[in-house]
């Protein structure tokens, strides 16, 4: 079993959903960028579970650093050596899964079931379950500090939830915008936020959960950034992304739903990818991206 990406930066995920802990360990990463408490935990707030258009579980999903930082002038810093953090798993229920004998449909329960002779383990859907997007997060939340000194932000926000749409002028996109998006749920008008938490309640009122369409902007990207044919942005983004079990699908566009390709001329699609980069995530209904 493997969980790690990357070529350069190398990031492993570990751990399992019931375990003691899961955690991040980061290689290669550059010294001397300071760590933000404050910006990490917000990062880590979005993701947490146990909000109203979430999982029920609840976690305190607080980092524990074991390694690559150093106290300089009272300020933690990377100091270029291997990264290692861990989160404590605190509010797992085993006993909920029981002796589990039919797989979960829309889980990895069968595949891994077979993939690791009967011996995986499948509470909370062990490794493969969403819960190992808490380190994820946190490795996020490090390399946007990082990217934030070299002025590249990246932002999202809910573009679809249901029939509720709220597109974005991507074109338009500044840095205050990206800000304004930081939020629990990230939309740029608050009356569309109390509409898609509206449509999350009445769905879970049915005993259903419902997915969504985020659209995230990238700010500040330099040009030329990756390699030719297998290693181009879209082909390394589209590896880690899959990495989010929510993801389902995800669209490299102009900040809205592509029609089909043969409807799109290529001055129309070329043209709005010299400003700025834009891309779309699908997910699974009841799963959220932070």
Known sequence: MTSTWGKNLKLTIYGTSHG????????NFPPNVAYDAAFVEQ??????????HSTTRKEADIPQILSGFDEID???????????????????????????????PGHADYPAYVKYSGKADLRGGGHFSGRL??????AGALCA?????????AGAHIYQLGDIVAPLDFIRADYDMLEIMRVNLPTL?????????????????EGDSIGATIECVV????????????????????????????????????GSIMPPCWAV??????????????????????????
């Open 43 to 52: 990062y880590m707030r979005r993701r947490a579970p146990g909000q109203a």
């Open 145 to 153: 500090l990082w990217l934030r000194e070299r002025g590249i932000m």
């Open 219 to 254: 700010l500040g990207l330099p040009v030329g950034v990756g390699e030719h044919m297998f290693r181009g942005v879209e082909g390394v983004l589209s590896s880690i992304l899959y990495g989010i079990p929510a993801v389902k699908a995800w669209n490299s566009a102009r």
């Open 133 to 138: 997007t808490a380190p994820l997060t946190w």
């Open 74 to 104: 009272g300020e933690l810093r990377t100091n270029g050596e291997k990264i290692e953090m861990r989160i404590a798993n605190t509010s797992q229920r085993s006993s909920d899964y029981g002796e589990m004998v039919v797989p979960r």
């Open 265 to 290: 001329k290529r001055m129309t699609h070329s043209a709005t990818r010299t400003a700025k980069s834009s891309l779309q995530l699908i997910t699974a209904a009841g799963c959220w991206v932070a």
């Open 189 to 205: 008008d608050p009356a569309i936020a109390e509409k898609m938490l509206a449509e999350i309640a009445r769905v879970q009122a």
């Open 20 to 27: 003691d802990h899961i955690g991040a360990i980061i290689e």
